[in-house]
């Protein structure tokens, strides 16, 4: 197909795959940090993801997001996939069907975030009806107005692979979800820890992997933006990490594992949005300073009645925040061929920042808080307190993630489930 | 001298840990057991496999105390382990022939009086 590059395309079908994989590390990453009785519904929640988000993605999503350039939302011309094929996609030299997968796989992992906010008692019918809706009202909206012709984008705000639809998207989203769906019913009384750090490191490095595909990929070629992109988010999540290890040492006197894991997270979400537009060195920069905000909205959201349960704001909104603004003060024309920063002359840059700063997380939080008290009108969205109790994996699943199997007795089909089976008399 | 055997359920464990505090008792384990008393059994299925899952996950408290403590550790561990279903365990209380604390060699209600530093 004439204007389609085939070095180009082979990188994004890579990519491609790159970014579906962090989904799965991400529930990995969340299952590591609830409780043993709930590491299943955990992780459901991302596998979910990629189910409903995949097909809201290729019935609506997409075309809302790429069809069109109307200040709000694209247009109805690309639904269901309607013209989407091996032409390459308008401003790209990838085929468009590569283009459509790319963008699947971001809507895909942004749902599956919000689910660390409700993790251990939203029931798992209402996760598939919010995720269903949310992936196309919300995410495909904000990556409309970043990514897809919408007013940000036109307007000169720079996003390099979704700090607005993403990260911000995915933050705010979450302390709404948090608030509607309420806490857990011990949060705050009892310790409620996580119950296998090595997931919790493991679902981090596999999405850092994956990270490379997310930011790497979303210059849509193997040129330079892409390859400054690339090479940032390994520098940016590093100098993250130094910072974070030297904040918990001055905190607790101790370098802790899942802080690491979360600085990779924090480090990557950083270099997200600026990737492709600021220099290694300022990118390092980026991971170092923007530990501390994130670190310290951890340190202060589980002393708060708000159970945002896996600090989704904080690793996600937070940082997407720092690294939308951080575009504005340090861009490079040298660099990313694009616009200059604040430091470089280039005031107005950093107000095109603010703007995005100011008008994702607002809508996110304000669309997610509706979402959920509109499907909480029709459906009971966490479960009783005795099935909180029990855990969500036996309750919502009918599995369990450590079972051994003693005293399990075999239901046979001749016997049937409904068959009578020895049971002790309570009384 | 008892020694107090409660088996409840491993949510209300920290109820329970919560009541002995109040109660005053100090010392005991607790131990991770699975049991069956009756309570409804789970139905799981693991792709084709259906199996009812006839032992429950309990919590075994065991908890040596003097007499006068019998009546408070087994209220405590009532008032902790209990959320009126089937299935919030038992407590039984048997009699304790010796006690020794190894650290002193004290005996018996010497041995099951805590200390105080």
């Known amino acids: 197909m004439s204007g389609v590059d085939t070095g180009d395309t082979a990188w ?13 590390a991400l529930g990995l990453f969340y299952a590591g940090l609830v409780r043993s009785k709930n590491t299943l519904n955990t992780f459901m929640m991302s596998i979910a993801a ?8 290729a019935a609506v999503g997409y ?3 790429f069809d069109g350039d109307g200040a709000l939302i694209g247009g109805l ?19 468009e069907l590569v283009f459509f997968a790319f963008q699947a796989t971001f809507c895909i992992i942004t749902t599956a975030l919000i689910s660390g906010a409700v993790v251990e008692r939203m029931r798992f019918g209402p996760f598939l009806v919010f995720s269903a809706l949310w992936s196309v009202l919300v995410y495909a909206v904000l990556a409309h107005w970043a990514f897809g012709g919408g007013w940000l984008i036109s307007g000169g705000t720079l996003d390099f692979a979704g700090g607005v639809p993403v990260e911000m998207g995915s933050g705010f989203s979450a302390l709404a979800a948090a608030l509607v769906v309420g806490a857990r019913k011990d949060y705050g009384r009892q310790a409620l820890l996580p119950h296998n750090a090595v997931y919790v490191l493991l679902g981090a490095g596999l999405l850092w992997f994956g990270w490379f595909g997310f930011n790497g990929g979303s210059g849509f070629s193997t040129g330079d933006p892409s390859v400054l992109a690339f090479t940032n988010t390994l520098l940016c999540p590093a100098a993250t990490l130094v910072v974070w290890f030297a904040l918990d040492l001055v905190r607790g006197r101790k370098v802790t594992a899942i802080g690491a894991a979360t600085a990779i997270i924090v480090g990557c979400v950083l270099i997200t949005p600026a990737g492709g537009f600021v220099s290694p060195g300022w990118a390092m920069l980026l991971g170092a300073l923007g530990a501390i905000p994130s670190y310290g909205i951890i340190v202060w959201r589980t002393r708060t009645r708000v159970d945002e349960t896996l600090d989704v704001l904080a690793a996600h909104g937070t940082a997407g925040f720092i690294g939308i603004l951080f575009i504005g003060f340090f861009a490079q024309e040298t660099w ?16 095109d920042q603010v703007f995005a700063a100011l008008a994702a997380p607002a809508y996110a939080f304000v669309m997610t808080f509706i979402l959920l008290k509109a499907i909480g009108a029709v459906m009971p969205l966490r479960a009783s307190d005795r099935e909180e109790a029990m855990g969500m994996d036996v309750v919502q699943h009918g599995e369990e993630a450590y079972v051994t199997g003693e005293g399990a007795i075999l239901i046979t089909p001749e016997s049937g489930i409904e068959a009578e089976l020895p049971v002790a008399d309570p009384t | 001298m008892k020694l107090v055997i409660g088996i409840v359920r491993p949510e209300q464990a920290n109820q329970v840990l919560e009541a002995l505090h109040r109660a005053e008792v100090r010392g005991f384990s607790m131990s991770r057991v699975q049991g069956h008393g009756g309570e409804m059994d789970r139905v799981e299925t693991y792709r084709g496999t259906t199996v009812q899952m006839g032992l429950s996950e309990k ?6 105390v003097s007499d006068g403590f019998v009546d408070k550790t087994v209220g405590a561990l009532c008032e902790g382990g209990r959320t009126g279903e089937v299935g919030d365990g038992k407590i039984f209380v048997v009699p304790l022939d010796h006690a020794v604390r190894i650290r002193t060699g004290d005996t018996d209600e010497g041995a099951v009086t805590p200390v105080s530093k």
Request: glycine share 10%; hydrophobic share 55%.
């Open chain 1, 63 to 65: 075309s809302l997001a």
């Open chain 1, 336 to 351: 990313n061929g694009v616009s200059d920063g604040l430091f470089y002359g280039n005031a107005e840059q950093l107000l």
């Open chain 1, 50 to 57: 990629i189910a409903v988000a995949t097909v809201t993605w």
């Open chain 1, 77 to 95: 011309g690309n639904a269901f996939l309607s013209g989407v094929d091996f032409a390459p996609r308008e401003g790209t030299t990838i085929p």
């Open chain 1, 12 to 24: 994004m079908l890579i990519a491609t795959a790159l970014v579906l994989l962090m989904t799965p």
């Open chain 2, 59 to 64: 919590v075994r408290f065991e908890v040596a």
